[in-house]
């Protein structure tokens, strides 16, 4: 078993891969930033920084931990390596869970937006001035694929040159690379006051969210009111998809006309009468005379209780809009280029051959398959009534345990799925792990398999009969009830047949097949 990480230990003077801690600069709830210095390898002295000052974030695991948090981390590993450009800070070096997470980053030394919202309402000059520099830095990312998702002024600092840097990568999505929290959870992710009201809905693929988050952060630089107070359940995140905030002017009445038609644009419900790219927005920051005015720049009043109410009923257990069949049909299109998705489903707890099987069979389908995409899947039993048990007997998280031990299983795998690219590049999120915790391992594992369009499953099947006629089989219930392949390994059988000729995830020939005890198509 690979031995876990534990959060202990860190202090000024230690020595992780070559980085020396210096100085702890920040202790936030989720991670701890240090600021750092390379090491000759060979002398242990302190290498010239050649002017680029790192710092190191190092998550703080505690025992019991919100999973979130530690995929949120994974998240923002993954996606770091692919930015580039100065609106993000340069990515340096990472590190596995299964060894000591962190990331090693340029730091940079100008202040975070957060400070001058004590000073809010600003002159609005000077709120335009802000937005048209987070607007450009938006605007660069989307173009590198990745919508941030937690836009707020502590994830905004300003490099002494004056861009907008965009920091805190941990619930971003990037359209080349597996979302991992969406896979996993089914809550809104994003903080309170910012969040868009299709995050809410748990659409994360909508680069306009940032735009609602961006007029959000407006509105409180030019009122020094937050536009919809600090909610914190889900019941309070929805009224943002009925109830329209306090118009600026209203709070302040010298705020430009302009101004308030900016900031109620990027603050529509409905991302279509948003502004459609964070350009736009930065071009009519930029040109206040050239801003075409409409009815929100005259808007004194939120509206009358008739049509918030008619907005209300309407979002009464409102859905993310239908797709269309064209949409439906580019989607396809866009799954078939990308490849198949093959989930490998492990009880960790099982006998070692049966392991290796498993390990051993999926191997040969991703050699047939090379453009598939691997998610390792183990489950973590929750009880369905009473407290879990999160934590083992030194007070380290089980969830973060299971991780390690899923990772450590597969990186024999991880050689087929590189495919020759370099690590940090996109094709590193062909591999993910996943640790869900549910009282029902099959219905996790068919839920899991059906939100994300799984093409194919391959799982172990329990070792004695008698284990499986007493306790059930999981294996059968998936097999029975997932909409996608499974294929079931056994240990001491012949491997499933028609697998050395597979030409497609899916197609492994009849139910009766020889060693698997379940197989059905997609």
């Avoid at 009282?439 to 194919?456: C, K, M, Y």
Wanted: net charge neutral; hydrophobic share 40%.
């Amino acid at each position: 078993m690979p031995k876990l990480w534990t959060p202990a230990g860190l202090e000024a003077g230690r020595v992780i891969d070559g980085f020396r801690l210096e100085e702890r600069l920040h202790q936030g709830g989720m991670a701890t930033l240090w600021r750092v210095s390379r090491v000759d390898p060979e002398t242990g002295g302190v290498l010239p920084d050649d002017g680029l000052p790192l710092i190191m974030k190092v998550p703080r695991i505690k025992g019991g931990e919100d999973p979130a948090s530690i995929v949120g981390f994974e998240v923002e590993q993954m996606i770091m390596p692919a930015l580039s450009g100065p609106h993000v800070p340069r990515f340096v070096a990472k590190g596995d869970f299964t060894r000591q997470p962190y990331i090693v980053m340029e730091r940079i030394p100008g202040e975070s937006l957060r400070p001058l919202l004590d000073s809010a309402p600003l002159p609005p000059e000077e709120v335009a001035f802000i937005g048209i520099r987070v607007a450009t830095a938006l605007q660069a990312l989307h173009r590198q694929h990745v919508i941030h998702l937690d836009i707020k002024p502590s994830n905004i600092v300003f490099r002494t040159s004056g861009e907008a840097v965009l920091v805190d990568f941990g619930l971003s999505r990037h359209d080349h690379l597996p979302d991992l929290l969406d896979e996993e959870f089914t809550l809104p992710m994003g903080t309170g006051p910012y969040i868009s009201p299709e995050q809410v809905q748990f659409v994360r693929d909508d680069p306009r969210s940032d735009l609602f988050a961006l007029g959000a952060m407006l509105y409180h630089l030019a009122t020094g009111e937050r536009a919809f107070g600090s909610p914190s359940s889900v019941r309070g995140l929805r009224k943002r998809l009925w109830a329209d905030p306090v118009p600026p002017r209203a709070i302040r009445p010298d705020l430009p006309p302009w101004l308030q038609e900016v900031i109620l644009r990027c603050l529509e419900v409905d991302p279509a009468r948003r502004y459609q790219s964070a350009a736009q927005v930065a071009l009519d920051l930029q040109q206040p005379a050239q801003v075409v005015l409409t009815a929100r720049a005259q808007r004194l009043h939120t509206d009358g209780t008739g049509r918030r109410f008619r907005r209300w009923f309407k979002a009464l257990g409102a859905e993310p809009p239908a797709r269309t069949p064209a949409a439906t049909a580019n989607a396809a299109g866009e799954q078939l280029e990308r490849g198949a998705v093959l989930v490998v489903a492990v009880d960790l707890g099982a006998h070692q051959p049966l392991l290796d099987k498993l390990r051993a069979t999926v191997r040969r389908i991703v050699e047939i398959e090379p453009g598939a995409r691997l998610a390792c899947v183990t489950v973590m039993r929750t009880a369905r009534i009473g407290m879990d048990q999160l934590t083992d007997r030194e007070g380290n998280s089980l969830h973060l345990r299971l991780l390690v031990e899923l990772k450590h299983w597969a990186r024999p795998l991880e050689q087929a799925l590189q495919g020759g690219a370099q690590p940090g590049t996109v094709n590193e999120g062909r591999l993910t792990f996943h640790v869900l915790e549910a009282p029902d391992v099959s219905a996790a594992l068919v839920d899991f398999a059906n939100r994300n369009q799984v093409d194919h499953i391959v799982m172990g099947a329990r070792g004695s009969s008698a284990v499986r006629r007493y306790l059930g089989s999981v294996s059968a219930q998936v097999v029975a009830q997932a909409g996608c392949s499974v294929t079931v390994v056994r240990v001491g059988e012949t491997t499933p047949q028609g697998l050395d000729a597979l030409d497609a995830l899916g197609s492994l020939g009849p139910p009766d097949a020889p060693g698997a005890s379940g197989r059905r198509g997609g």
